[in-house]
Nanobody
Framework: QVQLVESGGGLVQAGGPLRISCAAS????????IGWFRQAPGKGREVVGF????????YYADSVKGRFTISRDNAKNTVYLQMNSLKPEDTADYYC???????????????????WGQGTQVTVSS
């Protein structure tokens, strides 16, 4: 069992940076891959990015590529989403999710993840 808690969300001006965190408790966190998702008001949940257990491989949605960076510190059981050059369209609730198994082709599939955090809200003002 893995419990995930996101933190660090808030209000930021367009163009600014923000880092949100996903802290995990439970066994064997370092063996889980982590996905970051977001859901804007009135829209469906979409994948933002993904990092493997080793941190060696990451994936980013085209909408955030070059602006967002995912990293993890397995010693601290924490995964980070560094968001730079934020845009009003980045406004959403952000969620982290963990999974043990999956393929590169389904990193964006919500149902492939076993555990979810409660989310943290990010609001980007124009």
């Amino acid at each position: 069992q893995v419990q995930l808690v996101e933190s660090g969300g808030g209000l930021v001006q367009a163009g600014g940076p923000l880092r949100i965190s996903c802290a995990a408790s439970g066994r064997a966190f370092s063996t889980y891959a982590i996905g970051w998702f977001r859901q804007a008001p009135g829209k469906g949940r979409e994948v933002v990015g993904f990092i493997r257990w080793s941190g060696a491989t990451t994936y980013y949605a085209d909408s955030v590529k070059g602006r967002f960076t995912i990293s993890r510190d397995n010693a601290k059981n924490t995964v980070y989403l560094q968001m730079n050059s934020l845009k009003p369209e980045d406004t959403a609730d952000y969620y982290c999710a963990a999974r043990n198994y999956g393929s590169a082709s389904d990193v964006g599939l919500s149902s492939s993840y076993d555990y979810w955090g409660q989310g943290t809200q990010v609001t980007v003002s124009s």
